[in-house]
C-alpha cells in the first residue's frame, strides 16, 4: 500500500517474540502519535490493487536447525496444512481482505508451501533448502495478530500436534511432501 512501512521483530526465543511485538508496537504508535501520523494495524486498511499488512512470522525449532531440519520442517509443514482453518480463523482480522491469492499472497482458503516463494501460506529460504537446515516462514498471520496466540498455535501444531497416519498421508500428497 503506499506509504506502507515495514519493520522486524526478533531473533526473540518462545513466548518473548510476543512480548517484543507488543513492546514494538506500542513505541510505534507513541511515536507516530507525535509525528502526527495514523497508524493502522488492519491488514488491509484501504482497498485498493495493493499489497495488504501482514506479521509474517519466521519459526524454527532446535532440531529445525540442526542437521537434518529440512525433513523435521516438512513434517511442521505437514502438520500446518492439516490446521490451516485453525490457525486463519486466529490469525488477525480482517485478514480475508489481504490473503486473496494476489500481491504475494496465498487464497486464504488454500494452504501452500514453497521454497522462495512469496506467494505461499509457508515460505521456506533458499538457504534453508540449500543447508538441510532453518527455518519457515508463516506468511498467513495478519499484521493486527495476537503474537502469544501464533506463537502458541505454531509450537502447539509443529510440536505437539498428532495426526493420524491416514490424514498425514493424504495431506502429505496434497501440499506434494516426501516426509
Same mark, same amino acid.
Given at each position: 500500500?503506499?506509504?506502507?512501512?515495514?519493520?522486524? $521483530?526478533? =531473533?526473540? $526465543?518462545?513466548?518473548?517474540?510476543?512480548?517484543?511485538?507488543?513492546?514494538?508496537?506500542?513505541?510505534?504508535?507513541?511515536?507516530?502519535?507525535?509525528?502526527? $501520523?495514523?497508524?493502522?494495524?488492519?491488514?488491509? =486498511?484501504?482497498?485498493?490493487?495493493?499489497?495488504g499488512a501482514g506479521c509474517h512470522t519466521n519459526y524454527? +525449532? *532446535?532440531?529445525?536447525?540442526?542437521?537434518?531440519?529440512? /525433513? $523435521?520442517? *516438512?513434517?511442521?509443514?505437514?502438520?500446518?496444512?492439516?490446521?490451516? *482453518? &485453525?490457525?486463519?480463523? #486466529?490469525?488477525? &482480522?480482517?485478514? /480475508?481482505?489481504?490473503?486473496?491469492?494476489?500481491?504475494?499472497?496465498?487464497?486464504?482458503?488454500?494452504?501452500?508451501?514453497?521454497?522462495?516463494?512469496?506467494?505461499?501460506?509457508?515460505?521456506?529460504?533458499?538457504?534453508? &533448502?540449500?543447508?538441510?537446515?532453518?527455518?519457515?516462514? %508463516?506468511?498467513?498471520?495478519?499484521?493486527?495478530? %495476537?503474537p502469544y496466540v501464533v506463537t502458541g498455535l505454531l #509450537? &502447539?501444531?509443529?510440536?505437539?500436534?498428532? =495426526? +493420524?497416519?491416514?490424514?498425514?498421508?493424504? #495431506?502429505?500428497?496434497k501440499v506434494a511432501l516426501k516426509v
Amino acid at each position: 500500500m503506499p506509504g506502507q512501512w515495514e519493520y522486524q $521483530v526478533g =531473533p526473540s $526465543v518462545g513466548i518473548e517474540a510476543g512480548d517484543h511485538i507488543w513492546c514494538s508496537r506500542y513505541i510505534l504508535e507513541r511515536i507516530t502519535e507525535q509525528a502526527g $501520523v495514523v497508524l493502522s494495524l488492519d491488514p488491509k =486498511p484501504i482497498e485498493g490493487d495493493w499489497n495488504g499488512a501482514g506479521c509474517h512470522t519466521n519459526y524454527s +525449532t *532446535k532440531s529445525m536447525r540442526e542437521e537434518g531440519g529440512f /525433513e $523435521v520442517i *516438512k513434517k511442521a509443514i505437514l502438520n500446518l496444512s492439516l490446521r490451516h *482453518k &485453525e490457525h486463519i480463523s #486466529a490469525y488477525g &482480522e480482517g485478514n /480475508e481482505r489481504r490473503l486473496t491469492g494476489k500481491h504475494e499472497t496465498a487464497s486464504i482458503n488454500t494452504f501452500s508451501w514453497g521454497v522462495a516463494n512469496r506467494g505461499c501460506s509457508i515460505r521456506v529460504g533458499r538457504d534453508t &533448502e540449500k543447508n538441510g537446515k532453518g527455518y519457515l516462514e %508463516d506468511r498467513r498471520p495478519a499484521s493486527n495478530m %495476537d503474537p502469544y496466540v501464533v506463537t502458541g498455535l505454531l #509450537a &502447539e501444531t509443529t510440536i505437539l500436534y498428532e =495426526p +493420524t497416519l491416514e490424514a498425514e498421508a493424504l #495431506a502429505a500428497q496434497k501440499v506434494a511432501l516426501k516426509v
